[in-house]
């Protein structure tokens, strides 16, 4: 498993979706941003991004994941004020 195969995974499993993936051994940070997630609440946000990423958990392949989900407004916010 590489953060090519983690990115790849998401960005097919959620609609119009731009990941960014950071791997260290079998935990990764992602940041993930797509409009499929406007009107969500944080919980569903998740949901949706472990879906994806559920083979690779229940293998053990994947062990711990720490996401932030944006859209892609919230993305550029957060660009502006340089928090991303």
């Known amino acids: 498993m590489d953060s090519t195969q983690l990115k790849d995974l998401i960005e097919a499993g959620i ?3 731009e990941a960014r993936v950071q ?3 079998n935990k990764s940070e992602v940041i993930v941003i797509s409009d499929a ?3 969500k609440r944080p919980v569903q946000k998740q949901q949706m991004v472990y879906q994806c990423l559920n083979d690779l958990i229940a293998s053990g392949e994947l ?3 720490s996401m932030q989900t ?3 407004d919230e993305w ?3 660009q502006k004020f340089g928090f991303a």
């Open 63 to 65: 062990h711990a994941v």
């Open 23 to 25: 791997l260290q051994g």
């Open 37 to 39: 997630f406007a009107g």
């Open 76 to 78: 550029s916010q957060k």
């Open 15 to 17: 609609p119009g979706a």
């Open 70 to 72: 944006y859209t892609r």
